[in-house]
Every structure is written in structure tokens, then in C-alpha cells.
């Protein structure tokens, strides 16, 4: 199964639980700060990722990094460490946040850029997936360097790519096809 339907499978079966529980506010809190302290901090990256650490040891750092989190969340990392699955808790994460946001009626798109957006960019593009999706839509900016340039946006299952990397990538095929 790969990580990605894994992850959502987590995700819902989280969401769901914390609906019937009525912590769905405190447990999306917690998924907002569960994936952004991963996404800033390579070191528990590496931890996370690490095959020589045992699930346990993992299960414990978070533990006491998210102390604070709901119980519900301390669930999900019991969960992920009897399963092993340790290593895909960022994007459980934010499958998570992408479910709830859905619930709420909003739309969330992913905008990977090489540079960060400055407001007027991202108030054009806000607008434009609005127009789009008849619906509210949050946007999550990521920035990858290696992009080159240009932009990467994903909306749902839909996915632009006008990177210049991924450009240079379709011009190198075409020549080497030739």
C-alpha cells in the first residue's frame, strides 16, 4: 500500500473518531502543529524516517514533544508505532487537515513554489481556484528550490505542474527521444 492511501486511511479513521468524540477542533490543532513542526525541522525528520530507531523510541519523542496534544493524538501515535508506520505521521497530518477542511465545505490546495508567494500572487490565485471550485479555498504554500522556477499546484486529486524543472525534464525526454 503506499504511504499516501496509507496516510489517508489514517487520517479518516482519525477524523472520524474525533467527530464522534467532539475533539475535532483540538485534534485538527494538534495535526497543524504535528505537521508543521516536521516540515521545519529536519533533525525529527531524520528521526522519524530513521530505520535504525525502534517504533518505540520514536513513539516516546513525540510523546514528549506534543505533550500537550489530545489524547486522541497520543492514540494516533500508539497506532502509528504498532504499526510501524511512524514514518508517515507528517502526511497523515496533513491528509487530516485536507479531510477537515473538506467537512468544513473549504477546498485546500497546495502550492509548491521556488520562491515564496508574496500576498497580492496568493490573493490572485486564491481567487482564481475559488472561480474554479465554487467552494472556500485554503492554500497551504510549500517552497522547494529545486523547482527552478515556476509552480507546482494541487487542488484534490488534480495536480498543475508548470515548474521549470519539470519543463527542462519534458525538453531533456523529447531530445533523447529523438
Known sequence: ?????????????????????????????DMHLVKDTIQENDTLKEVLQSPVLEAADKKSALSALFKSADPLTGKLFQLLSDKKRIPILGEVAAQFISLSEQLKGQEVARVITAVPLDTALEEKILGQLKAITGKAVVLEQQVDPALIGGFILRVGDLEYNASLSSKLDHLKRELLQK
Request: hydrophobic letters at 40%; aromatic letters at 6%.
Open 1 to 29: 500500500m503506499s504511504e499516501q492511501r496509507a496516510a489517508y486511511r489514517y487520517a479518516k479513521a482519525l477524523l472520524d473518531l474525533a467527530q464522534e468524540q467532539k475533539k475535532l477542533r483540538e485534534v485538527e490543532a
